[in-house]
């Protein structure tokens, strides 16, 4: 996940508070729950056993150490990760993963939040073993990275429920008006889309810029535009929260020609990515990497395997 999308997502996460009846977790301290998420300390979470093979495979400083040191980011970005309803337990997809992986190893996870930019000077200077933080595979920090994948990073088309329409190329949007963030991956797909629908002999794209999440939210529960193209994450959030909302249809955010994938990240060549990986592949094979998936509305974003080091974005020209 790019600066640029980390800022996106904390901007749709306002508009949660905005745009429906369901308040923004944590602002209503007597709610357990919202639309079937449990926002509360009390998580019950998903478990799983420890794997004796797999826990052998850390590197002894860590076995010894007997915990898994986790950098994630700070902020709310729900539901990736996110304060409870206590305002201090930290909950959501990313430490539910990083807790199976965890389980797995037989080791207890500690979770330490850092600005975006110190995720990296953490793990770069040995202070942190391992980042589950959205953290998006890409040529670039294949340089100075190893990483175990565990969720494709995919955007969303957010449009009014009912609306009766699925978005599964350009020519689903020709003609239509979509809204969108200007500087951002889903702007230049959309886009893109656009010249070719034109190229193709159809009606380009209706593209609208909204900075402000309760304005894009307005203007579609309004009807001024069909859909919102942002990040998948927050737009399934959402739309599970209001009730008034659905995802119409879902892109890869590294555009039409590769699938984006969010992975566990380490310092290059630390041998624990190998434990990782072999930890992520026992969750997803027994099941309960989907279960956790399932509890945050990210079943779309299930991998059948987790890959060692796959093919990331390109590099920016």
């Not at 929260?241 to 590294?254: F, L």
């Not at 997803?284 to 796959?310: F, K």
């Amino acid at each position: 996940m790019s600066r640029r999308l980390l800022a996106t997502a904390l901007t749709v996460t306002v508009l949660a508070g905005c745009a429906s009846a369901t308040a923004e977790p944590g602002a209503d301290k007597s709610s357990t729950s919202a639309q079937g998420f449990n926002l509360t300390p009390d998580q019950h979470r998903v478990t799983t056993p420890e794997v004796a093979a797999i826990a052998a495979l850390l590197p002894k400083e860590v076995r010894d150490r007997g915990t898994l040191e986790v950098v994630d980011s700070l902020g709310t970005v729900p539901p990736l990760v996110f304060a409870a309803t206590d305002d201090k337990t930290v909950i959501g997809v990313e430490p539910d993963i990083a807790y199976l992986v965890a389980d797995v190893l037989g080791l207890k996870p500690e979770f330490h939040p850092e600005s975006w930019e110190n995720v990296f000077v953490g793990l770069d200077s040995g202070k942190y073993d391992v980042g589950f933080t959205n953290i998006t595979v890409t040529e670039a920090r294949k340089q100075k990275y190893d990483f175990a994948t565990y969720r494709l990073d995919n955007l969303a088309f957010e449009a009014k429920k009912g609306a009766g329409w699925r978005v599964t190329g350009p020519a689903d949007v020709a003609g239509r008006t979509i809204g969108v963030s200007s500087g951002t991956n889903q702007e230049k797909l959309l886009l893109d889309w656009s010249e070719q629908d034109v190229k193709a002999g159809r009606k380009p794209v209706d593209v609208k810029y909204y900075q402000n999440s309760s304005d894009y939210y307005l203007a579609l529960g309004s009807g001024r535009i069909d859909a919102w193209l942002g990040p998948n994450p927050t737009s399934a959030f959402h739309a599970a929260q209001s009730g008034q909302t659905e995802v119409v249809g879902t892109v890869s955010g590294a555009g039409e020609q590769l699938q984006g994938k969010i992975a566990a990240t380490v310092k290059k060549g630390n041998p624990l990515i190998t434990a990782v990986q072999a930890a992520l592949n026992e969750v997803i094979h027994n099941g309960s990497y989907r279960q956790v998936l399932d509890r945050w509305g990210l079943g779309n974003e299930a991998v059948a395997a987790s890959e060692l080091d796959p093919p990331g974005l390109p590099d920016t020209p």
